[in-house]
T-cell receptor, first 112, second 114 residues
C-alpha cells in the first residue's frame, strides 16, 4: 500500500518568513501528488497537484511544490507567509481510482 | 458554480443508532468519494461512487455503506454506531470519469456518538 509521511506535526513561522513543509511518499510508479489545506471547521482545499512534467509546480495562494523522485519527496514552499496561512496542510498521493492516501498533516502556526 | 454541499453539518447520535449523511457534488461532477477524519487515524478513504456504482472501497467494516443517485447526489449510512465512529465525514466530488484524483471537498459533517 502507498503511504505518505509528513514528518512535522507542528511548525511555527513568523509572518513574512519563508515556509517549507515536508512530504515523503512511498509509491512504486510515477505518483500523482497533491497538497491540500484545511482551515478550522472547513473542508479541504486543493493547493496544487503534480501529475507529470515540470517538477516545480505552482499553486494557489502563492504556494509551490517541488517533486524530487530521487528523494521521494514533494515539499511545499512559500516565500513569505501571511497570518491567513495558518491552517493544517495535508500531502496526499493518488493510490488508485480516485482514492487519495493522506499524510497525517502539518499544523502551521504563524507568529505576528 | 456552487461547491460541494453536505448535510447536516453537525449531528449527535447515541451508540447503537444509525445515521445517514448526504452529499451533493458540484454540478456536472459524477464521482463522489467519502472520507473519515479523526484525530487518531487522520483522513481515511471510505468509498467512491460513479454513475450510481461503487467503484472503490476502503478498509471499513460493513456497517459503513453508501449509495449514489441518478443526479450524482450521494448518501452514506453508518449502522449500529460506535463511539469510535465520532469523526468529521468529508465528501469530495470529481469531474467526469477520469481518475485524476483532483477532488473538491465539502465542509464535512461532524458526527458525535455518545
Amino acid at each position: 500500500a502507498q503511504s505518505v509521511t509528513q514528518p512535522d506535526i507542528h511548525i511555527t513561522v513568523s509572518e513574512g518568513a519563508s515556509l517549507e513543509l515536508r512530504c515523503n511518499y512511498s509509491y512504486g510508479a510515477t505518483p500523482y501528488l497533491f497538497w491540500y489545506v484545511q482551515s478550522p471547521g472547513q473542508g479541504l482545499q486543493l493547493l496544487l497537484k503534480y501529475f507529470s512534467g515540470d517538477t516545480l509546480v505552482q499553486g494557489i495562494k502563492g504556494f509551490e511544490a517541488e517533486f524530487k523522485r530521487s528523494q521521494s519527496s514533494f515539499n511545499l514552499r512559500k516565500p513569505s507567509v501571511h497570518w491567513s496561512d495558518a491552517a493544517e496542510y495535508f500531502c496526499a498521493v493518488l493510490e488508485y481510482g480516485n482514492k487519495l492516501v493522506f499524510g497525517a498533516g502539518t499544523i502551521l502556526r504563524v507568529k505576528s | 458554480k456552487a461547491g460541494v454541499t453536505q448535510t447536516p453539518r453537525y449531528l449527535i447520535k447515541t451508540r447503537g443508532q444509525q445515521v445517514t449523511l448526504s452529499c451533493s457534488p458540484i454540478s456536472g461532477h459524477r464521482s463522489v468519494s467519502w472520507y473519515q477524519q479523526t484525530p487518531g487515524q487522520g483522513l481515511q478513504f471510505l468509498f467512491e461512487y460513479f454513475s450510481e456504482t461503487q467503484r472503490n472501497k476502503g478498509n471499513f467494516p460493513g456497517r459503513f455503506s453508501g449509495r449514489q443517485f441518478s443526479n450524482s447526489r450521494s448518501e452514506m449510512n453508518v449502522s449500529t454506531l460506535e463511539l469510535g465512529d465520532s469523526a468529521l465525514y468529508l465528501c469530495a466530488s470529481t469531474p467526469g470519469q477520469s481518475l485524476s484524483g483532483e477532488q473538491y471537498f465539502g465542509p464535512g459533517t461532524r458526527l458525535t456518538v455518545t
